[in-house]
């Protein structure tokens, strides 16, 4: 029996690090009782590594992973003050393959850093070899995935990633460089096109982004990393209060097969199914076995055989998203709700099954305002490993839930993983 290679993976982390980490963590199986992972370590806010022997296509998991921004291969570590073998490791990266070649550089670490002399000595190193070139820039220290995908870099290029190992610059301090190369970009265009594409949107009541629907998905069903394209997945997944579809029609792209959603609204049912069926045509999705109907959340036992669920994946109804709602009635009856939805979950979930669902936070001038629901005989699951759990860029509640939400929202979402 032969021992497989290890190989070191940088994640470069959506603007939620905390969430991105916890999907990730669930992908690869990472518990919350993990303790021992040095190989498995956050290295910045931005950037966390994973060394593993799994052997899987970079391009098919990133389309999976809503909170990933980049995917590389880190390919050595040396010392930081070792500047000139730093660009020794950069020439050995360059493998040019006709026609003009593009390279970039991003670094993620702190302050700036000035990556000319670098980029003169590549150019430097591919004139020599009489190969046209051009070195993509930015104004940020590191390129987006837009300016990544939009100059090919993962195809006919290549974007260099240097990751010190500590907060110092390059040239400073002790510590490690990681030198790395970008496999893989989110495809920040089939995001936008499900998000602002499809025919049935509510923009008035709120729409939940794809990104996150598929984070949530992660976090419920936690599928293989090494899972190729097109793998229809087993398992029935519900969204309780559907909405626009978005959680279904996200599930119906990574190839969750027996999707069933409701909600008390006939409008919301409706955008489901046309949601689906244009996910079916304009995005080739595989035709699921889906079961879209109308009914309160709290009879939804009646309609679903007991302990039959293998995921529930929803955001409920957050209560009033405009104006200066009275909270002091809106919390209680949100209580109520949740409360009693997550009885009824309990009847038709596995035994082994998970809830995944965002709960509300009220953002009144300097104040924040919460529920507290009845969990039920549930009990709310940490998503981050444990040597992670006291990284000081891991912000958890004191509840173990995470926080999902910009400046300007006066409603935040709070990520609830739930067994």
């Known amino acids: 029996m032969t021992n497989k290679t ?56 990133i389309k999976r992973l809503g909170g990933i921004i980049k995917i590389g291969e880190i390919k050595n570590e040396i010392d930081k003050k070792d500047l000139e073998k730093l660009k020794k490791e950069i020439i050995k990266l360059l493998k040019p393959e006709g026609g003009k070649f593009k390279f970039g550089f991003s670094y993620y670490g702190s302050g700036k850093l000035n990556l000319k002399p670098l980029a003169m000595e590549t150019k430097k190193y591919l004139r020599e070899k009489n190969i046209s070139c051009r070195w993509v820039t930015s104004q940020e220290k590191t390129l987006s995935s837009v300016v990544v995908e939009q100059n090919k870099l993962t195809s006919r290029g290549i974007e260099i990633v240097i990751i010190p ?21 989110q495809p920040f265009k089939e995001l936008s096109f499900r998000d602002y594409g499809r025919p049935a949107r509510d923009d008035r009541s709120g729409m939940l982004p794809p990104k996150l629907a598929q984070i949530m998905i992660n976090l419920a069903i936690r599928p293989s990393p090494l899972e190729g394209e097109g793998a229809r ?6 969204d309780p209060f559907c909405g626009s579809g978005t959680i279904l029609t996200e599930a119906m792209l990574m190839g969750y097969q027996n999707l069933i959603g409701c909600d008390i609204s006939e409008k919301a049912v409706s955008s489901t199914k046309k949601n689906i069926e244009w996910t079916i045509e304009k995005l080739k999705a595989k035709s699921q076995k889906s079961k879209i109907f109308k009914s309160n959340v709290l009879l939804i036992s009646k309609f679903i055989e007991p302990n039959s669920i293998n995921a529930i994946i929803t955001e409920p109804y957050l209560g009033p998203q405009r104006g200066n709602p009275n909270l002091q009635k809106t919390i ?42 009845n969990l039920g005989g549930f009990k709310i699951v940490n998503p981050i490993p444990g040597h992670l759990q006291n990284n000081p860029d891991i912000k958890l509640t004191d509840r173990n839930t995470i926080i999902y939400g910009r400046p300007d929202q006066k409603v935040w979402r709070e990520i609830v993983v739930l067994e």
């Open 233 to 238: 997945r087993a398992g029935e997944v519900l």
């Open 332 to 373: 209680p009856e949100l209580e109520k709700l949740y409360s009693d939805s997550l009885a009824e979950f309990k009847k038709i979930l596995k035994p082994d099954g998970r809830v995944v669902m965002i709960w509300p936070i009220f953002r009144v001038t300097h104040n924040t305002y919460r529920i507290s629901p």
């Open 6 to 61: 290890l190989m070191q993976y940088f994640f470069i982390l959506g603007n939620n690090p905390t969430l991105s980490v916890a999907e990730i963590s669930a992908v690869f199986g990472l518990g919350a009782n993990d303790t021992k992972c040095p190989i498995r370590r956050l290295v910045s806010s931005s950037v966390f590594i994973l060394e593993t022997s799994e052997d899987f296509d970079t391009r098919v998991l």
């Open 165 to 185: 190992t500590d907060n110092s610059l390059l040239g400073e301090g002790k510590g490690e460089v990681l030198i790395g190369q970008t496999l893989a970009v």
